[in-house]
């Protein structure tokens, strides 16, 4: 018999989405599924929906929960989950009818803890965008743990979104998901990498990605959009630390840096720039963090990035009102403006 693959899909305020993504996940090729549906304190019909869909498919069970965000509710499905095999879905997204039966083959095949798929980016308007060579589509390739960390790592090619992956359940023993992240929470895919013999690459597009206005990613909401650099930068900073104290991925330690201090720093804009949203003590400790983070002349950083952090070491007043300055319409030009 087949192993039973869970698939866990957090749902917030998706009622005109949801449809679409459980019917190509009720019709995969393999049947041998198990559909946590979590609804995260949704405002819409969205918790109606998954109810109406339990009642069709049995292998669909719903959680009904306050609004916590996506990383807790991974985190719930994943302790709920009864599956060998455990897998994420975007309720906004949808995915080929093979995409399980190919990965879960490859995955047992191979003997590998992690698979992992190519995707295809879907706009709106029904644009498409694909990524995959066509010299490479419908092969396999096992790449060994610290390759695939720093691929993961180089953010390039391999990104830590979790729903592009199958993953051995028990890589989530002892692995925390961070409180209260809506967004970079996926980032918690390299603590799982990292405990991973090797991971299985299709190179199949078999997930449709929705860019769409609205969305977590793409927020329609200012404190929201705020809150997604608090959690980028956290993500970030993480990361780096986490490279830090590895050093079989030192390989890829300017990268990290360069991604934390950049992400860090467009928060501290938008600290001064929203000051009504953030305390002055929030801004001290994300500038005290920042300073933990050693700068040599060798680091890829551009002039403005450099710039700001001289000035920052001098001052946070002045560094606040340089930004102030230099980020108002009176100082910049809108094509000169930098952005944030």
């Not at 719903?62 to 996506?70: L, T, Y």
């Not at 970079?184 to 449709?208: G, I, R, S």
């Not at 959690?231 to 993480?238: L, R, T």
């Not at 300017?254 to 002055?280: A, C, G, M, Q």
């Amino acid at each position: 018999m087949t192993p039973l693959l869970s698939v866990i899909i957090p749902c917030y305020n998706v009622e005109k989405f949801i449809d679409k993504c459980l019917s190509s996940i009720v019709v995969q090729t393999y049947n041998n599924l198990e559909i946590i549906l979590i609804n995260d304190g949704s405002t819409d019909t969205t918790g109606d929906i998954c109810d109406v869909w339990q009642k069709r498919d049995s292998r669909i069970q719903v959680i009904h929960k306050q609004n916590e965000g996506a990383s807790n509710a991974r985190k719930d499905g994943v302790n709920i989950a009864s599956g060998q095999f455990i897998t994420f879905a975007d309720a906004d997204d949808w995915t080929e009818p093979r995409m399980y039966s190919d990965m879960m083959t490859a995955l047992i095949n191979t003997n590998s803890d992690i698979a992992m798929c190519s995707f295809c980016y879907v706009w709106e308007d029904g644009r498409i965008e694909h990524n995959v060579p066509e010299d490479l589509k419908g092969k396999n390739e096992i790449v060994p743990r610290k390759e695939a960390v720093l691929l993961l790592l180089d953010n390039q090619k391999w990104y830590s979104v979790m729903w592009d992956k199958i993953f051995k359940k028990s890589l989530f023993e002892n692995i925390d998901f961070p409180e209260g992240r809506g967004l970079a929470d996926d980032f918690v895919t390299l603590f799982l990498f990292h405990k991973a013999n090797q991971v299985v690459y299709l190179h199949n597009e078999y997930y449709y990605y929705l860019q769409r206005k609205g969305s977590i990613c793409n927020p329609n909401d200012i404190v929201l959009a705020q809150k997604n650099f608090i959690d980028h930068s956290d993500a970030y900073f993480e990361r780096y630390m986490f490279v830090l104290q590895h050093p079989e991925y030192h390989a890829a330690l300017p990268f990290v840096k360069y991604e934390t201090i950049k992400f860090t720093l467009k928060l501290l804009r938008h600290i001064i720039l929203s000051n009504n949203h953030f305390s002055d003590n929030y801004f001290k400790n994300k500038v005290e963090q920042l300073r933990t983070i050693p700068i040599t002349r060798n680091d890829n950083l551009t002039r403005r990035l450099k710039l700001e952090l001289k000035v920052l070491k001098i001052s946070k007043r002045l560094y606040k009102v340089l930004i102030k300055i230099c980020y108002s319409s009176d100082f910049c030009t809108s094509s000169a403006k930098p952005k944030i």
